[in-house]
Each structure stands twice: as C-alpha cells, then as structure tokens.
C-alpha cells in the first residue's frame, strides 16, 4: 500500500469516528410531548436520539399536570450527549404533560354513594363541594381508586372522605353532602284531568327526602285505579289531592236511594249534590220527602243509607 493510500485511509478513520456530530444535524425536537413515566428522556424530546435516547433529562411532573423545559438547558444535555440541535426556530421553552389514569368527580360520587349504601342501607344524593375535583393516578400504577375513610353526619348531611386514587396512593380529602333519597312512584306520561292510572302509566323517581312532601303517593297501589283530579305532568312527585276514586255519580245525576233496615229495604229516587266515588259518602235529596241524606256511594247510580236515628225520617 502506497503512502497516499495510508494517507486517505487514515483521513476516511477520522471522518467516520466524527461521525455522531453529522447525525446530529437530523434531530427533531418536539416542542410537545406527553410522557407517561416518572422522568423525562433525550428520547422523549428528540427523533431519532439513538444510544442517547434513554438518558434522563428532567423529572416529569405529576400525572395529569404538565411543566416546562428550558431550551438552553436542553441545548446544552444534547451536545453533552453528542446530539447537535442548533435550535434553528428559535424555540424558548418545550411543554411536557404526563399522562395518567384520571378518576373525576362523577366516579368519586360514585364511590361513596355505595359506601353509604353499604353502610345505611339507604340511597344518598352526593354532592361534593367540589365538583370539578379531578384524581390522577399514574398510568403505570396499579389499583384502581379507594375509599381509606369516611365520616357521615346524618344530621346535618355533611360527609367528608379519604380517597387513594390508586394503591399506595397519598390519600385526598374530599367534602360535601349527602341526602338519602327515597323512591316513588311518577306519572311515564302526562296525562289530562279525569284519567284513569293504569300499571303501564307508572314510572319510579329518586326524590330527596328531606324535599318530598308529606301528602306524597309512596305507594304505587295508591295510584292505579285512580283518576287524576287534574292535569298531571311525568317525572313529577304525586300528592293525594292530586288523584281521586273514578267518580261513578255526578252531581245533579239522579239515582236509587235505598233505605236499609232489620226487616225494611225502601228505595226512593234522589238527586246527588256533588260527584262521589265508590265507597265515599256524599250528600243527596230525596225527591219525595225534599229532605237531604247523607249516604255511602254503593256503585254508578245507587246509594246506600243505613238505618240511625238521623235518618229515621229520609
């Protein structure tokens, strides 16, 4: 071999061994990126970063937040580990966000409505105090959220919890309210005044307790067969005054008044003074005597007097 050939050798040697610093001419820094580990790497912020990728740069922050690098920090780890980033675009910081495992409000609420379920046998309206309240659990953590404590007043309603997003989480306090609920039965459909309530019309409704009424329907036997006294909306609460017995006598109908006695029945014709269910008593004039009874509703067209004292002379 000649002494020019040992010469350009030698010189291709040196070009090849320098190489890294050509490579690093292609590394593209995310100005972005999202990490899901504790720490933030070469990797991370660079394309193809190479052997370098695995080295750390920064602590990442905490899952579901996110921070920001200096750029002449990370000019400067780069070319300590043979990555030639000029920072051409003139880029002045990089935003790292950590990913995470996220448990909202909604799961939180959750959570503890079963608790109290499991411990008062009763439902509860949770309401937190903060309702944007959001947990971050890391993604490579294992567990799902936990409840380490919880203390219920059931007079005043507040309740306050210890809430591990994760095991071996720190716990979190969590504060608000609960109010047990009681279900009752709603219209499915609004339905006019003088509608018969069918099974089919029922729906159920979780109502606050401490908000419901003390007139109102609990039970839905309490409602089927009954007509509504007025216009009735769906999803709504019920009252008794809001229903009534189907009326089977209007008022000014005239119907068979039957007098009932040991050994006596007479029946007269009479006029009622006001609509009345079955069962119920209401008030009539019998139009032979012109006098006004009092009797019990046997039926469409027919009431019945029983034999006292008062109506000796009906």
């Not at 030639?84 to 909202?104: C, E, L, M, P, Y």
């Amino acid at each position: 071999m000649t002494r020019q050939s040992v010469f350009a050798l030698a010189c291709l040697t040196t070009a090849l061994a320098t190489a890294p610093a050509l490579a690093g001419e292609t590394v593209v820094l995310r100005e972005t990126l999202n990490v899901e580990g504790a720490h933030v790497t070469l990797g991370d912020l660079f394309t193809d970063a190479g052997a370098s990728a695995d080295i750390v740069v920064a602590r990442a922050p905490a899952p579901g937040s996110r921070t920001s690098l200096d750029v002449g920090y990370i000019q400067r780890i780069a070319a300590e580990n043979d990555l030639d980033w000029a920072n051409a675009g003139g880029i002045r910081r990089v935003t790292v966000a950590r990913a995470s495992r996220s448990v909202d409000a909604d799961i939180l609420t959750d959570m503890i409505e079963g608790e109290l379920m499991a411990r008062e046998g009763q439902v509860h309206d949770v309401r937190l105090a903060n309702n944007g309240l959001v947990l971050h659990a890391p993604v490579e953590s294992v567990g799902g959220p936990q409840i380490v404590s919880l203390n219920y007043d059931i007079r005043s309603g507040m309740l306050s919890a210890e809430v591990a997003a994760y095991d071996g989480a720190e716990p979190v306090r969590v504060t608000g309210r609960a109010y047990a609920t009681v279900e009752v039965p709603v219209l499915a459909r609004a339905m006019p005044a003088g509608s018969e309530i069918s099974g089919d019309d029922i729906d159920w409704l979780s109502v606050r307790a401490d908000r419901l009424r003390p007139d109102a329907v609990l039970d839905p036997m309490d409602l089927i067969g009954f007509e509504t006294r007025r216009t009735l909306r769906p999803g709504e609460a019920l009252r008794s005054y809001d229903i009534q017995r189907p009326m089977v006598v209007e008022r000014g109908e005239l119907i068979t008044l039957l007098f009932e006695a040991p050994g006596i029945q007479l029946s007269v014709r009479a006029r009622a003074l006001e609509d009345a269910a079955d069962g119920e008593l209401a008030r009539f004039v019998n139009l032979q005597s012109n006098r006004t009874v009092e009797a019990l509703v046997d039926g469409p067209g027919r009431a019945r007097v029983g034999f006292s004292p008062a109506t000796t002379s009906f």
